[in-house]
């Protein structure tokens, strides 16, 4: 990393580390944008994350789906293109925090971009991917550095953070793996199709949904639907059904108050055993410990406004 690097990352530890007064994620201005922060080492559990960016400025993260583990730290970024439910582990002392940046994804606005891109940069021609990790370069460093300034003022968030995110998104899709990124977003081909029927799992979850269904909303067979499913999000579309209403019972336990039972319910089990045994076995705790748990550690504010999708960090 180059002197001028290390100053632009000193200089982001330190603004993100005034913005984040409380474990966990804290609110900004900007409705898309949360800042995170972590004291302690997290041993490797279950998330699943809204399509978005992770910007790690100090700490680190890994992100285990599959075979395939990402690194996001100060010198890697996530981006997660469709919600895949994977596990995570987080490095921080209470000396030195875990301190990121998450960007949930702006659809319109990047699909705007994406437009104007198309009129003016070819991107190469590469395999969409569910998620990335990538190395940051320095013009997306400036950038984020830039957008963290700014989010310490109210009255700057709101005139120039709209413009500083749009910068971030520019900086990403023309980097070294925005054409994977930007062949993601375009949900075109069998990839697209996957992420259409996830999109109607996150939207209608609470419902009764058979492998049908689907496939039908993909516009494919059945058996065509399970295998390309299970290579954008390496797991089958009911285990993937199932985390989806896991991870948003313990969401509405923590954000609502409900009891396991009512989130049970409201998440469509019909069995409340079952639900118990099922979360203990995603969280590797019963659902009152969990949220117990979460609650002692770590702070989650109300949802943002809605998007796309529907799930839990």
Same mark, same amino acid.
């Given at each position: 990393?180059?002197?001028?690097?290390n100053?632009?990352?000193r200089?982001?530890?330190?603004?993100?580390d005034?913005?984040? =007064?409380?474990?966990?994620?804290?609110?900004?201005?900007?409705?898309?944008?949360?800042?995170?922060?972590?004291?302690r080492?997290m041993?490797?559990? =279950?998330?699943?994350?809204?399509?978005?960016?992770?910007?790690?400025?100090?700490?680190?993260?890994?992100?285990?789906?599959?075979?395939?583990?990402?690194?996001?730290?100060a010198?890697?970024?996530?981006?997660?293109?469709?919600p895949? =439910?994977?596990t995570?582990?987080?490095?921080?002392?209470?000396?030195?925090?875990?301190?990121?940046?998450?960007?949930?994804?702006?659809?319109?606005?990047?699909?705007?971009?994406?437009?104007?891109?198309?009129?003016?940069?070819?991107?190469?021609?590469?395999? =969409?991917?569910?998620?990335?990790?990538?190395p940051?370069?320095?013009?997306?460093?400036?950038?984020?550095?830039?957008?963290?300034?700014?989010?310490?003022?109210?009255?700057?968030?709101?005139?120039?953070?709209?413009?500083?995110? @749009?910068e971030?998104?520019?900086?990403?899709?023309?980097?070294?793996?925005?054409?994977t990124? @930007?062949?993601?977003?375009?949900?075109?081909?069998?990839?697209?199709?996957?992420?259409?029927?996830?999109? $109607?799992?996150?939207?209608?979850?609470?419902?009764?949904?058979?492998?049908?269904?689907?496939?039908?909303?993909?516009?494919?067979?059945v058996?065509?639907?399970?295998?390309?499913?299970?290579?954008?999000?390496?797991?089958?579309?009911?285990?993937?059904? $199932?985390?989806?209403?896991?991870?948003?019972? @313990?969401?509405?336990?923590?954000?609502?108050?409900?009891t396991?039972?009512a989130?049970?319910? $409201?998440?469509?089990?019909?069995?409340?055993?079952?639900?118990?045994?099922?979360?203990?076995?995603?969280?590797?705790?019963?659902?009152?410990?969990?949220?117990?748990?979460?609650?002692?550690?770590?702070?989650l504010?109300?949802?943002?406004?809605p998007?796309?999708?529907?799930?839990?960090?």
């Amino acid at each position: 990393m180059s002197r001028q690097r290390n100053g632009v990352q000193r200089q982001m530890i330190a603004l993100l580390d005034r913005l984040t =007064p409380v474990e966990g994620y804290n609110l900004t201005p900007l409705d898309d944008v949360r800042l995170l922060r972590s004291n302690r080492r997290m041993s490797r559990t =279950p998330v699943l994350y809204d399509p978005g960016v992770v910007i790690v400025v100090q700490g680190r993260k890994r992100g285990y789906l599959g075979d395939t583990v990402y690194l996001y730290d100060a010198q890697h970024y996530l981006v997660v293109s469709v919600p895949v =439910p994977f596990t995570m582990e987080t490095d921080a002392t209470l000396g030195e925090p875990m301190l990121a940046i998450y960007l949930r994804l702006d659809f319109q606005m990047a699909a705007d971009l994406l437009l104007e891109l198309d009129e003016h940069h070819d991107a190469p021609q590469t395999r =969409p991917r569910s998620m990335v990790s990538t190395p940051m370069d320095d013009a997306l460093a400036d950038s984020v550095l830039r957008l963290l300034q700014v989010l310490g003022s109210p009255l700057d968030t709101k005139i120039l953070g709209p413009a500083l995110l @749009r910068e971030i998104y520019f900086r990403i899709f023309v980097g070294r793996q925005g054409g994977t990124l @930007r062949a993601a977003l375009a949900m075109q081909g069998p990839f697209g199709k996957v992420a259409k029927a996830i999109r $109607k799992i996150h939207g209608s979850y609470a419902k009764r949904l058979a492998v049908e269904d689907l496939a039908s909303e993909a516009s494919m067979s059945v058996p065509s639907f399970h295998a390309h499913f299970r290579t954008v999000t390496n797991t089958s579309p009911m285990q993937y059904l $199932k985390s989806t209403r896991l991870h948003q019972a @313990r969401l509405l336990m923590m954000r609502n108050g409900l009891t396991a039972a009512a989130a049970c319910v $409201k998440v469509g089990y019909e069995s409340s055993s079952q639900f118990s045994r099922e979360f203990k076995r995603l969280f590797g705790r019963t659902p009152v410990d969990e949220v117990e748990r979460m609650k002692r550690r770590f702070a989650l504010p109300p949802p943002a406004a809605p998007s796309a999708y529907v799930s839990s960090h």
